[in-house]
């Protein structure tokens, strides 16, 4: 039966999501989860304890499906990545072993932040600590699952650590509320909840043996996709890191952009991309101007239907791949277009990219559907304020509605979009 639920589920993804009662069961153990008395009397099994974690797991989707799940952990060190202080202990003093306990603590630790990783988190260092220390842990002991190559960012210094976080934020261009911080100490755990209420604190238990699971029991940072971008997440932070350091060679900004060696992929979604076209609406917040959340399934309908349209960006530079960072959907209501959603990442944003992308869209769009006007939306949220007029600088007249967004139209013959110079563009095999 359960074989039956799954299969049946998995053939309508845009409807269904399986939560799997069995590993819930095992996790609680049987006691824990039945009680036939209720059963008898009620046909209800379940204990309290068991729809306690039931429903987290289902919190954990809805999370998910709205874009909350988290994106950034900062890490500690001394006694968060390993058991004692490297400057005082040294290399060989410190616990870090796999074999014996505490160290096998902190090493199962490091191991799930590894899978974060994997995951497409992106993972920082926020420590007092000397840098040289910290780095020869990482380089060179023998049970340090994480690298410095892990790692996007770092404040290694002995600042405070709600300024380090909040610089690690503009570094990363990512909001505070997507961050998760983990440190031993009390009072750093007690500052940033009291300066940076919107950052998610988890100090290091008490008792070790729980730290492992830390980070994996809430589900802070569960996501209902994963694609291949997500491995190399990581690396696309490091070269964003080197094109600023690029930036500073350059008095304005025309030049630097320029200097970089642009390149726009502009094409239908592929198979192998709807994961990754799910994923960003389900977790782009700022470039975001409808914040409509998708799931694979639906993506594909979109792909599929002969009045629709799913194009997607995919972007390089002379420093590497940022991968694909931009997705419009466009649909054909009779003799109009109308832009159901149109999202990029932070990662790519102040390169003029969305104006490439928009060109390119709507000049492919109306060679292929010859509309005679558009139609385009901003639905609010706390996050997306920078997108607000984004539609009016091509020509599109808005509305607003009673909701509080705002209804964007335009003639074909008034729109006013003009391609980037120094971006260049390749949709399908030509390029120009």
């Known amino acids: ?87 005082e202990d040294g290399l060989e003093g410190i616990t870090l072993d796999r074999n014996e306990y505490p160290g096998s603590a902190y090493y199962d630790f490091q191991k799930s932040v590894l899978g974060l990783v994997k995951q497409g988190v992106v993972v920082a260092l926020c420590s007092k600590n000397d840098g040289k220390d910290v780095w020869s842990v990482l380089d060179e002991h023998p049970h ?54 919107e950052v998610t604190v988890r100090q290091v238990p008490k008792q070790l043996s729980e730290y492992p699971r830390l980070l994996r029991v809430e589900g802070l940072f569960d996501k209902l996709t994963h694609s291949d971008e997500d491995q190399t997440r990581t690396q696309m932070y ?45 977790k782009t917040n700022q470039f975001n101007l409808t914040t409509r959340r998708y799931t694979e399934g639906q993506i594909r309908a979109f792909a599929e239907d002969p009045d629709a349209s799913v194009l997607a960006l995919s972007v390089q530079d002379r420093f590497g791949d940022s991968g694909l960072t931009g997705v419009l959907i466009a649909v054909r209501e009779g003799s109009r277009i109308r832009v159901d959603e149109l999202l990029l990442s932070c990662r790519i944003l102040g390169r003029r990219l969305e104006h490439a992308f928009v060109h390119e869209s709507i000049d492919r769009l109306g060679q292929r559907w010859g509309p005679d006007e558009w139609v385009a939306e901003y639905i609010p949220t706390s996050k997306n304020d920078q997108v607000a007029r984004f539609w009016e600088q091509f020509g599109f007249t808005g509305s607003d509605l009673s909701d509080g967004s705002r209804r964007y139209l335009a003639e074909t013959n008034q729109l006013k979009i003009d391609p980037v110079p120094f971006i260049s563009i390749a949709i399908g095999s030509a390029q120009r």
């Open 1 to 87: 039966v359960n074989d039956a639920i799954f299969q049946y589920a998995l053939g309508k993804p845009t409807q269904f999501l399986v939560v799997d009662w069995e590993k819930l069961i095992m996790t609680l153990g049987e006691s824990s989860s039945y009680d036939r008395r209720f059963w008898y009397a009620a046909k209800a099994p379940f204990k309290p304890s068991f729809l306690d974690l039931y429903a987290k797991e289902i919190a954990k989707i809805g999370r998910a499906l709205r874009g909350k799940n988290k994106k950034c952990l900062v890490l500690d060190c001394d006694n968060t990545l390993w058991g004692g202080i490297v400057g």
């Open 144 to 197: 340090s699952l994480l690298k410095r190559e892990h790692f996007a960012a770092y404040r290694i210094n002995w600042e405070d650590k709600a300024s380090n976080l909040e610089s690690l934020a503009r570094e990363l261009n990512l909001g505070l509320d997507s961050f998760v911080f983990v440190d031993d100490s009390d009072f750093e755990c007690d500052l940033i909840r009291q300066l940076l209420p």
């Open 238 to 282: 490091r070269n964003e890191s080197d094109r600023r350091t690029h930036a500073e060679l350059f008095q304005d900004v025309e030049s630097y952009l320029g200097s970089l060696e642009l390149r726009a992929d502009i094409h239908p979604v592929k198979e192998h991309e709807i994961q990754r076209v799910a994923q960003l609406t389900q």
